[in-house]
């Protein structure tokens, strides 16, 4: 079983930043991607950034710009970094891995437990 544990968050000024960081634990064959989804008050869970074990990066269009995500295989750690927030980015931020514990087991989709980002104006 993987676990993600997150880091990170708070409240901050907009035009501030925050950095994320995020490691998967536990029985781990591979992990493929990682990344970061967002859950606002009143909305949907939705993508923030994803970055694949090759090291490609797919962002939301409201991060583009803004965040950046990277990734330490070695660590298992995925990191985002947030510059320029904005109120609207305020959300609960949850890790994301698609991993699996063993050679023939299935790939899963595993979420951390999430953390408070508050942009205030």
């Known amino acids: 079983q993987v676990q993600l544990v997150e880091s990170g968050g708070g409240l901050v000024q907009a035009g501030g930043s925050l950095s994320l960081s995020c490691t998967a634990s536990?029985?781990?064959?591979?992990?493929?991607?990682m990344g970061w989804y967002r859950q606002g008050p009143g909305k949907q869970r939705e993508l923030v950034a994803v970055l694949s074990s090759g090291g490609s990066a797919d962002y939301a269009d409201s991060g583009k710009g803004r965040f950046t995500i990277s990734r330490d295989n070695a660590k298992n750690t995925v990191y985002l970094q947030m510059n320029s927030l904005k109120p609207e980015d305020t959300a609960v931020y949850y890790c994301y891995a698609k991993s699996k514990n063993g050679l023939s087991e299935p790939l899963v989709d595993i979420w951390g437990q999430g953390t408070q980002v508050t942009v205030s104006s």
């Open positions: 536990g029985t781990i064959y591979i992990i493929n991607a």
